[in-house]
């Protein structure tokens, strides 16, 4: 009996040993080095990822013309409203996967990533069927301008068709960082992203395809990704030794959700708020709505390596707590927390200095001057605060990395309430213009509330796994 116990300790050391050459180890060695070795990849990855919306935008804003650009940003909220699902449902699922792979309990390690794969397949597809159905009724009801009306059905319809296919892809993305390997995905991310903009000259450029060209642009290059994804993914698994397994286990299922639904919740609030705001914008007409959407798409790109460090901080702390090794958890935070208002102080300072020029990108300045001069000014002012919005995203991490779901999720819903609120009372006032400030004004509630939470140190008593 001492023999096969061993012999099986010899098996999962060898296994372990194999996956650490091929991942940054985040329990062990120096937290800065690791870190950030870690998250620069993310970083990268997402960057990739966030050019399927820019070369949408600019090709259609470019070839098409401002009012089409102005339909794609107005089916954009909905989009992403869906799209924070599908990253929450991985981000949730990871926490739990983390914290296995950092104690090393391989088998429940597979039981998890299986149970996760499977039942965010079955979501997607319920997702996109209810998405199908509602897009009609939810952009009359955030009062699209009627001339774009057509324009933005029809982008948004052909989005869901593949919807699946995006769940699926941040499903495996979600698997890869559990498992310490944020490479993999950035490999990914690049490919679908120039297969991505050829297909956008191609379909909208040659075959004038207009809106529904970028759409369908999209779906493909998001297809390819995830099935490539789901390939290396599986060899990867079956090279991971363990004894059997099961497929689907239900408890399994009760735990990531403990984390999933909150953190899905906490992405679809910052998305519904998106929703919410958009409906206060659509009002000023396609001109604000155009330059409005094209600021939207370079503040997404540019806090990229703020929120991507902010979930490698969560990836970091989620490890570490699955390993005991609560000692290491407060020095991720202040990494990432310094590398995250540095990274902010840096992109805020470039958007002062090209954020105009970034938004010409997106529209012809003869005929769209007006709409330049309103995205202009959006991200003049709201990159002024993005070390604000690295504070709120590095003390979040904290919680969500440990579990500490139920402060993690008020924290966003305070953010929401506050933005959204100020936004509609100064709307009209303003012109539209208070969502450049309601935003910072979110983050700063949101921050207080995290950071309170982590110094009081709650955090160090939940037992997810």
């Known amino acids: ?150 324009d933005a059905t029809n982008y948004l319809n052909i989005y869901f068709y593949g919807f699946f296919f995006l769940f699926l892809y941040n499903a495996f993305t979600s698997v890869f960082n559990a498992l310490g390997d944020s490479k993999k995905p950035l490999y990914f991310l690049i490919f679908s992203s120039f297969v991505n903009i050829g297909l956008d000259l191609f379909f909208v450029g040659k075959l004038k395809m207009g809106v529904a060209g970028a759409a369908w642009a999209t779906l493909i290059a998001q297809a390819l990704s995830a099935l490539l994804s789901f390939l290396v993914l599986t060899k990867k698994i079956r090279g991971i030794q363990s004894r059997e397994y099961k497929k689907f286990d239900l408890q399994m299922l009760k735990n990531m959700s403990k984390v999933a639904f909150p953190t899905i919740l906490q992405q679809s609030i910052v998305s519904i708020g998106m929703l919410l705001i958009q409906g206060a914008v659509n009002q000023f007409g396609s001109v604000f709505l155009a330059g409005y959407t094209a600021a939207v798409r370079v503040d997404g790109l540019a806090i990229i390596p703020i929120v991507n460090l902010g979930n490698a901080v969560s990836t970091f702390v989620a490890q570490n707590a699955g390993a005991g090794k609560l000692e290491r958890i407060p020095k991720g935070y202040h990494v990432g927390l310094a590398a995250g208002m540095c990274f902010g102080a840096f992109i805020g300072i470039m958007m002062q200095v090209f954020g105009t020029d970034l938004i010409g990108l ?34 979040s991490a904290v919680l969500r990395g440990t579990g500490d779901m139920f402060v993690f999720t008020l924290s966003a819903f305070v953010n929401l309430i506050v933005r959204v609120s100020l936004t509609y009372i100064f709307a009209v006032a303003t012109a539209g213009m208070v969502i450049m400030w309601a935003n910072p004004v979110g983050w700063a509630v949101s921050f207080t509330i995290s950071y309170t939470r982590y110094k009081m140190g709650k955090w160090r008593e939940i037992k997810l796994v």
């Open 1 to 150: 009996m001492g023999e096969i116990v061993e012999k099986e300790k010899q098996v999962m050391d060898k296994t372990q040993s194999k996956i650490q050459k091929k991942k940054v180890d985040l329990t062990d060695g120096s937290v800065s080095k690791g870190l950030l070795a870690f998250a620069i990849p993310m970083i990268l990855g997402n960057i990739f990822q966030q050019l399927y919306n820019i070369v949408d935008s600019i090709i259609v804003g470019k070839m098409v013309g401002a009012d089409a650009l102005a339909a794609v940003g107005a089916s954009t909220s909905i989009n992403m409203l869906f799209v924070m699902v599908a990253v929450g449902t991985g981000i949730g699922c990871s926490v739990v996967i983390s914290q296995l792979f950092g104690a090393k309990r391989m088998e429940e390690l597979k039981t998890a990533i299986c149970t996760a794969l499977m039942s965010i397949l079955v979501f997607s597809i319920i997702l996109s069927i209810i998405g199908r159905m509602l897009s009609v009724p939810i952009l009359t009801i955030m009062k699209t301008p009627e001339n774009i009306m057509a």
């Open 362 to 395: 997106f529209m012809d300045a003869n005929d769209a001057a007006a709409s330049i001069e309103i995205g202009a000014k959006y991200i003049g002012i709201i990159s002024i605060f993005y070390f604000v919005f690295a504070m709120m995203n590095m003390s």
